[in-house]
């Protein structure tokens, strides 16, 4: 019965319905050539699982904005990534298998930007503001309301390019404490202008306008995803520092729902966060049922 249900089609949108339940998780690999171009090791290793029949690949890690290390990502910021993407997805299209592009960028827990200054976040903190210590965290530039703007466009941009590339869908990525999870974050968000920590509809504002953004240019008929964390309430020590996140468990799977842009194929729940040295993550966590 169990397996029935795995292997039954799923209707994500109208036009997108999956031949089975069993999505491959967005895991960035350390595949890419130089400078995040696509390299055949990627599509090797993708192309091996869509053989193997699942439902939907999610292909991580793509960069809509460079960052540091490189190396571990692939990108689409910039026209120039297209004709490895487009190859890409049509080795996986052969095996009938859709593909999302999930996006990403490490934001406030990189060790710098793309220029070796502070890395960017919603706020600007200092290394004792830190919760884990160097080498894993490093103090933290506020961004300005230009510069979000600017990243705005840009990861809306990168998303036309994965629609132009053939993706079947494209992944927002607000989980694991990177660039949109620090914006939801009481952890690294302590502003207090309307995209600050103090309501639901602030620190989620730079989320819902991105997706917004893709949904208007994309088109009603393209679908977006988002990953969230579902749990993020955890202590861990780690070098003597105590880690206490602050959100409340499921909130945003929660609520969500009541976001009015209804742009979503559907929400991955996560949990765990970069704030931890890597070797600890814990990116699973308890999945809130709602009902
Ligand atoms: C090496 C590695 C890279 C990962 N990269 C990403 C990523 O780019 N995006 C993402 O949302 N999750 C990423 N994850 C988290 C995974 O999608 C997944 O949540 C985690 O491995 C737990 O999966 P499990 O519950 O099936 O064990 C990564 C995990 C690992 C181990």
Not at 9 to 14: H, N, S, Y
Not at 40 to 68: C, K, M, N, T
Not at 234 to 240: A, P, S, T
């Amino acid at each position: 019965m169990y397996h029935k249900t795995l292997l039954s089609p799923l209707k994500l949108t109208d036009t997108l319905i999956l031949k089975n339940r069993m999505i491959k998780s967005p895991q960035s690999t350390m595949y890419w050539d130089d400078d995040y171009f696509m390299s055949d090791r990627v599509i090797d290793f993708y192309e091996s699982i869509a053989q193997g029949g699942v439902g939907l690949l999610i292909l991580a890690g793509i960069l809509w904005y460079p960052a540091h290390p490189g190396g571990i990502y692939g990108a689409l910021y910039d026209d120039k990534y297209l004709p490895g993407m487009k190859k890409f997805v049509e080795r996986m299209h052969r095996h009938n298998c859709p593909v999302f592009c999930q996006f990403h960028h490490t934001g406030p827990s990189s060790p710098s930007d793309d220029k070796g200054g502070r890395p960017f976040g919603p706020s600007r903190l200092e290394q004792e503001d830190m919760a884990s210590p160097l080498p894993y965290l490093h103090a933290t530039r506020e961004l300005s309301l230009e510069e979000i703007e600017e990243h705005k466009r840009r990861y809306v941009d990168a998303a036309v390019r994965a629609r132009e590339a053939g993706f079947d869908g494209v992944e927002v990525h607000g989980a694991h404490g990177y660039f949109l999870a620090s914006f939801l974050s009481r952890v690294w968000n302590r502003r207090t202008d309307q995209y600050g920590i103090q309501s639901f509809e602030s620190r989620t504002r730079l989320m819902v306008e991105i997706m917004e953004g893709i949904r208007e240019r994309c088109g009603e008929d393209f679908p977006i995803g988002v990953r969230i964390n579902g749990e993020e309430t955890e202590g861990v020590l780690f070098g003597g520092c105590l880690m206490a996140f602050d959100l409340e468990p499921g909130t945003y799977a929660f609520e969500m729902e009541y976001v009015p842009a209804g742009a979503w194929a559907g929400i991955a729940v996560s949990a765990g966060s970069i704030l931890i040295f890597i070797l600890l993550m814990r990116l699973r966590g308890k999945v809130p049922i709602k009902r």
